[in-house]
T-cell receptor
Framework: GENVEQHPSTLSVQEGDSAVIKCTYSDSASNYFPWYKQELGKRPQLIIDIRSNVGEKKDQRIAVTLNKTAKHFSLHITETQPEDSAVYFCAAPFSGGYNKLIFGAGTRLAVHP | NAGVTQTPKFQVLKTGQSMTLQCAQDMNHEYMSWYRQDPGMGLRLIHYSVGAGITDQGEVPNGYNVSRSTTEDFPLRLLSAAPSQTSVYFC???????????FGSGTRLTVV
């Protein structure tokens, strides 16, 4: 079925530590994996994405890794800062009809000073 | 360039009432989607469209209708509101499914 599992549901770290969020997907045809950040009361915003032809992508303190064989991808945030506190969502496209984007349940990240 | 515009921002409905949530984008995006967000449930896909005249059901379509007569607009209709439809609704658009979505600011709907 169409499923994106995301873990953990909550994550608490000290400022400066690293944070890792993992997602698994069920459709082996999926080839695009975005991550969104949602601050309290605001809309989700794209922070990074990766396509299936690469295994890793970095953008300053954030990176995403992809393991297509195992059907999982992860978000890595290094040197966390209080402003990184938010809910993070992964997503993957699923076929069947037209391609549609399905989201994970989200991870609430708290970065403590 | 306004991006994705949703109206209204807030709405209270009585059980059984109907209403339409509006969504418009000015980026000439083909893909548009409606999601609902409930606490702890993430973003669940209601309906989506891959272009004018083409729509399909998502994960939770029951109780909602959509149509896409133009590239710009993708309204979501609640046929007979129920308390279970109390949620925050987000409209999103993209060039295609394999590109980043731009989200609207959301509509907070309460059904009493």
């Amino acid at each position: 079925g169409e499923n994106v599992e995301q873990h953990p549901s909550t994550l608490s770290v000290q400022e400066g530590d690293s944070a890792v969020i993992k997602c698994t997907y069920s459709d082996s045809a999926s080839n695009y994996f975005p991550w969104y950040k949602q601050e309290l009361g605001k809309r989700p915003q794209l922070i990074i994405d990766i396509r299936s032809n690469v295994g890793e992508k970095k953008d300053q303190r954030i990176a995403v890794t992809l393991n297509k064989t195992a059907k999982h991808f992860s978000l890595h945030i290094t040197e966390t800062q209080p402003e990184d506190s938010a809910v993070y969502f992964c997503a993957a496209p699923f076929s069947g009809g037209y391609n549609k984007l399905i989201f994970g349940a989200g991870t609430r990240l708290a970065v403590h000073p | 360039n306004a991006g994705v515009t949703q109206t209204p921002k807030f709405q209270v409905l009585k059980t059984g009432q109907s209403m339409t949530l509006q969504c418009a984008q000015d980026m000439n995006h083909e893909y548009m989607s409606w999601y609902r967000q409930d606490p702890g449930m993430g973003l669940r896909l209601i309906h989506y469209s891959v272009g004018a005249g083409i729509t399909d059901q998502g994960e939770v379509p029951n109780g909602y209708n959509v149509s896409r007569s133009t590239t710009e607009d993708f309204p979501l209709r609640l046929l007979s509101a129920a308390p279970s439809q109390t949620s925050v609704y987000f409209c999103a658009s993209s060039f295609e499914v394999n590109y980043g979505y731009t989200f609207g600011s959301g509509t907070r709907l309460t059904v009493v």
